[in-house]
């Protein structure tokens, strides 16, 4: 055990992938839906009035009038959807995990919602229909490395019309204001998020150059078995972005502070885009 848990002791390079999948792990998809679908908190997915005035929002500024076609990446259990929608955009929702997808398309179905779900990695998406407006929502733009998020936008920019939108949103430095590199663990002997049943997990935030950082969970089951998540985060500056986009031919980009469109100031921890094609 301990010369297995040695492989893991060294830094990871950055970007380097996990050991076993995450949002589709059947234990862990089953936290991640709950956590989705707690709108008092902020865990998963952001709460339900930060989601109402940040879709109310999104209407004021691509209008489901002259902007109808909506396709939301990462769009979870589709509480964004159904907002989407109700509002009267035309909604596809896609997403990596199939335990997400099958709450929301229940969910649609039992609310008689027109809202179009298919389970696929947003990277590998393809599709003749073009739209008008694209989300992608909650800070999952910067999990992926440079090299997918290159593809990902220029995926994105030929899927929008043009004069389309892509909206979504980032962390800023100050999100990691004073945090420095750490390590912690625990022993659970009940099932916690990572796993069902006695396990332990050693814990590291690891910072590297450029406002890169990492969260790793090093997961050690009743069964001695070792599973590695790491959850990556690259934060951004109004110029770094704004650099990064023009790389895959946005030039037109618009920052705020957040979704609900507030004004950007130099501290926020959070930033929004929005860029027009």
Not at 26 to 51: C, P, W, Y
Request: glycine fraction near 4%.
């Amino acid at each position: 055990m301990i010369q297995e848990l040695l492989k893991y002791a060294n830094k990871p390079k950055p970007y380097e992938p996990s050991t076993s999948k995450f949002w589709d792990d059947e234990h862990i998809s089953k936290g991640m839906l709950q956590a989705h679908t707690n709108l008092d908190s902020d865990v998963a997915t952001r709460n339900r009035q930060f989601l109402d005035d940040s879709v109310h929002w999104i209407t004021q500024i691509a209008s489901p009038t002259t902007h109808s076609k909506l396709l939301d990446f990462g769009c979870g259990p589709g509480l964004y959807c159904e907002r989407f929608y109700q509002k009267g955009y035309h909604v596809t929702g896609v997403d990596f995990s199939q335990r997400s997808i099958d709450y929301a398309m229940k969910q649609a179905n039992k609310n008689k919602y027109d809202i179009n779900y298919i389970f696929a990695n947003y990277l590998e998406f393809e599709s003749p229909q073009l739209y008008d407006v694209i989300t992608l929502i909650y800070c999952d733009y910067p999990v992926l490395s440079k090299e997918n998020r290159l593809m990902m936008l220029r995926k994105i920019y030929d899927l929008l019309v043009d004069g389309g939108q892509f909206i979504f949103d980032v962390f800023t430095p100050f999100q990691y204001l004073n945090r420095e590199e750490s390590s912690s663990w625990y022993a659970s002997s009940k099932s916690g998020f990572w796993k069902e049943g006695a396990h332990a997990s050693l814990e590291n935030h690891y910072i590297y150059d450029n406002q890169l950082r990492l969260d790793q969970y090093i997961v050690i089951d009743q069964n001695n078995h070792i599973d590695v998540y790491r959850i990556w985060d690259q934060a951004f500056t109004v110029n770094t972005i704004k650099a990064e986009l023009a790389e895959a031919g946005f030039t037109k980009v618009d920052i705020y502070s957040d979704l609900c469109g507030k004004a950007y100031y130099p501290e926020s921890k959070t930033m929004a885009i929005v860029v027009t094609k």
